[in-house]
């Protein structure tokens, strides 16, 4: 018995991994600015490094070349680095504040 | 059967991301992170990205993410308290959002040339092989300036985090 044919096509346009690193990214930059909890919002920081990352590997499938690999494997090093300091600014501003909302940290306003 | 498993860990990849922007508590987020990770590291063996799936398994999923928990489980991080939002954002933001995605929707289906579709398989550049030549050839200098990135790093970490010792 044959299986009805599938209402989309069977292997996947690039767009479509274009379009799901722009919803990954957008719904990074949401959390971004929505969320106070300190914490929350560096993780949203990490959801749209990793939209970048999915932008660099289409385009690498794309373009037949593995730069953009590269590229990705140098992001998530840096993206390492950035959340070793950046939890460990984190652990500094809960001990001195005992607070973990941005709205709270706000010594650098006026 | 790449359309189906595409669309499958997509799925799951927003829904996951949507949690992660909804839930207040934070440990619910970084467990909703992990699995965006999870579900992008299948995306990428679909793209052929072999060694760059098991490093965001690795370096991401583990590595990271690990840290992200043991820094919540540390702080005893609750859920946020409801405070009013200021106007703007609250009846603009969603509206913005969709117009981004709305943007970004029609750069990907007009300006851009037609771009073909992803077969599994027929990108073989990914393996670990083949980034091992180009990441010590082509991209040696960056690669070893970030050795001393994450020396910093290190060195960073540890001053911001350490106990005051008199």
Same mark, same amino acid.
């Given at each position: 018995?044959?299986?009805?044919?599938?209402?989309?096509?069977?292997?996947?346009?690039?767009?479509?991994?274009?379009?799901?690193?722009?919803?990954?990214?957008?719904?990074?930059?949401?959390?971004?600015?929505?969320?106070?909890?300190? =914490?929350?919002?560096?993780?949203? =920081?990490?959801?749209?490094?990793?939209?970048?990352?999915?932008?660099?590997?289409?385009?690498?499938?794309?373009?037949?070349?593995?730069?953009?690999? =590269?590229?990705?494997?140098?992001?998530?090093?840096?993206?390492?680095?950035?959340?070793?300091?950046?939890?460990?600014? =984190?652990?500094?501003?809960?001990?001195?504040?005992?607070?973990?909302?941005?709205?709270?940290?706000?010594?650098?306003?006026? | 059967?790449?359309?189906?498993?595409?669309? #499958?860990?997509?799925?799951?990849?927003?829904?996951?991301? #949507?949690?992660?922007?909804?839930?207040?508590?934070?440990?619910?987020?970084?467990?909703?992170?992990?699995?965006?990770?999870?579900?992008?590291?299948?995306?990428?063996?679909?793209?052929?990205?072999?060694? #760059?799936?098991?490093?965001?398994?690795?370096?991401?999923?583990?590595?990271?993410?690990?840290?992200?928990?043991?820094?919540?489980?540390?702080?005893?991080?609750?859920?946020?308290?409801?405070?009013?939002?200021?106007?703007?954002?609250?009846?603009?933001?969603?509206?913005?959002?969709?117009?981004?995605?709305?943007?970004?929707?029609?750069?990907?289906?007009?300006?851009?040339?037609?771009?073909?579709?992803?077969?599994?398989?027929?990108?073989?550049?990914?393996?670990?092989?083949?980034?091992?030549?180009?990441?010590?050839?082509?991209?040696?200098?960056?690669?070893?300036?970030?050795?001393?990135?994450?020396?910093?790093?290190?060195?960073?970490?540890?001053?911001?985090?350490?106990?005051?010792?008199?």
């Amino acid at each position: 018995m044959p299986l009805p044919p599938l209402p989309f096509p069977p292997t996947p346009p690039l767009t479509w991994y274009l379009a799901l690193s722009a919803i990954l990214f957008a719904l990074g930059v949401a959390g971004f600015l929505f969320r106070r909890n300190i =914490i929350t919002v560096f993780m949203s =920081i990490e959801l749209m490094l990793n939209a970048v990352n999915l932008s660099f590997i289409t385009f690498s499938y794309k373009l037949k070349q593995n730069d953009g690999h =590269i590229f990705s494997f140098f992001v998530m090093v840096v993206a390492a680095a950035e959340a070793a300091v950046g939890l460990a600014i =984190i652990l500094t501003v809960f001990k001195n504040r005992q607070t973990l909302e941005i709205d709270e940290v706000s010594s650098l306003k006026n | 059967m790449d359309s189906l498993l595409f669309l #499958i860990f997509a799925a799951i990849t927003v829904i996951c991301a #949507i949690n992660l922007v909804v839930q207040t508590h934070p440990i619910s987020s970084a467990l909703s992170l992990i699995g965006v990770m999870g579900s992008l590291a299948v995306l990428y063996l679909l793209l052929g990205g072999e060694f #760059i799936a098991a490093a965001q398994l690795v370096v991401y999923a583990g590595a990271i993410m690990v840290l992200f928990v043991f820094v919540i489980m540390l702080l005893n991080a609750g859920g946020e308290r409801k405070k009013p939002r200021r106007l703007w954002p609250r009846y603009a933001g969603i509206p913005l959002l969709f117009l981004f995605l709305a943007l970004m929707g029609y750069v990907g289906n007009r300006v851009l040339p037609p771009s073909g579709d992803v077969t599994f398989g027929s990108f073989v550049g990914g393996s670990a092989q083949e980034i091992g030549k180009r990441l010590f050839t082509v991209y040696l200098l960056p690669f070893e300036v970030t050795s001393v990135l994450i020396l910093i790093a290190i060195v960073g970490a540890i001053v911001l985090a350490r106990k005051e010792i008199d």
